[in-house]
């Protein structure tokens, strides 16, 4: 069982960066990834990466955003860079299952991912 908790939310200003970092169990070398979501819309994938590192963006974060992990401490992150107020929404990481091989334009789809962790807030102000 893979259990999650993501922290590292807040409120910054347009323009400003956060890091935000998801913990729990079970990691191993599990396909993982990062979606957001506002209220009445879908959860969108971000960023996901693979239990060899590689990663793939959606192409309105790729540049800005960057996903890495740390397998020792059972940490995944996602350092968000030039934040933008259509950047505000509920933070979500997730795991799958499966293994699964990242490659570039590979975007993760929620239906994709078994694990989830409970959110975190973030609000970019303008």
């Known amino acids: 069982q893979v259990q999650l908790a993501e922290s590292g939310g807040g409120s910054v200003p347009s323009g400003g960066s956060l890091t935000l970092s998801c913990t729990g169990s079970?990691?191993?070398?599990?396909?993982m990834a990062w979606f957001r979501q506002n209220p009445g819309k879908e959860r969108e994938g971000l960023a996901a990466?693979?239990?060899?590192?590689?990663?793939s963006y959606a192409h309105f974060v790729k540049g800005r955003f960057t996903i890495s992990r740390d397998n020792a401490k059972n940490t995944l992150y996602l350092q968000m860079n030039s934040l933008q107020p259509e950047d505000t929404g509920m933070y979500y990481c997730?795991?799958?299952?499966?293994?699964?091989?990242?490659?570039?334009?590979?975007?993760?789809?929620?239906?994709?991912?078994?694990?989830w962790g409970h959110g975190t807030q973030v609000t970019v102000s303008s």
């Open positions: 079970g990691f191993n070398n599990k396909c």
């Open positions: 990466i693979d239990g060899d590192g590689y990663t």
């Open positions: 997730a795991a799958r299952r499966a293994a699964c091989t990242v490659v570039p334009g590979f975007l993760p789809l929620e239906g994709a991912y078994n694990y």
